[in-house]
Nanobody, 124 residues
Framework: QVQLIESGGGLVQAGGSLRLSCVAS????????MGWFRQVPGKEREFVAA????????YYADSVRDRFTIARGNAKNTVYLQMNGLKPEDTAVYYC?????????????????WGQGTQVTVSS
């Protein structure tokens, strides 16, 4: 059974940091491009960041570039999202997802496996 489990969310003040983790079971993450998305009620799921299966290339939404960092911990079958300089507009449920495609996708529909999400709340 494939499972992606996110953790690390919580409540933080603006300017603070959080590190999200996504641990996989039943799925070798090194064989997938991995992405982080976020969603607020009433809005579509939004691309945040993605990393190539080899870990060599990373991609970010303009809104988080230079503040967020996506990384792999292949030995632990884990993907991380380090979030610094958090802003109230970063408040959302954050999801990790696995994409078997060859190329990096920013479209959520291209991702095959999803975690249950972790809530991030940034207070002003």
């Amino acid at each position: 059974q494939v499972q992606l489990i996110e953790s690390g969310g919580g409540l933080v003040q603006a300017g603070g940091s959080l590190r999200l983790s996504c641990v996989a079971s039943g799925l070798p993450l090194s064989a997938y491009n991995m992405g982080w998305f976020r969603q607020v009620p009433g809005k579509e799921r939004e691309f945040v960041a993605a990393i190539w299966r080899s870990g060599g290339s990373t991609y970010y939404a303009d809104s988080v570039r230079d503040r967020f960092t996506i990384a792999r911990g292949n030995a632990k079958n884990t993907v991380y999202l380090q979030m610094n300089g958090l802003k109230p507009e970063d408040t959302a449920v954050y999801y990790c997802a696995a994409d078997p495609s060859f190329g990096i996708n920013r479209d959520a529909e291209e991702y095959r496996y999803w975690g249950q999400g972790t809530q991030v709340t940034v207070s002003s």
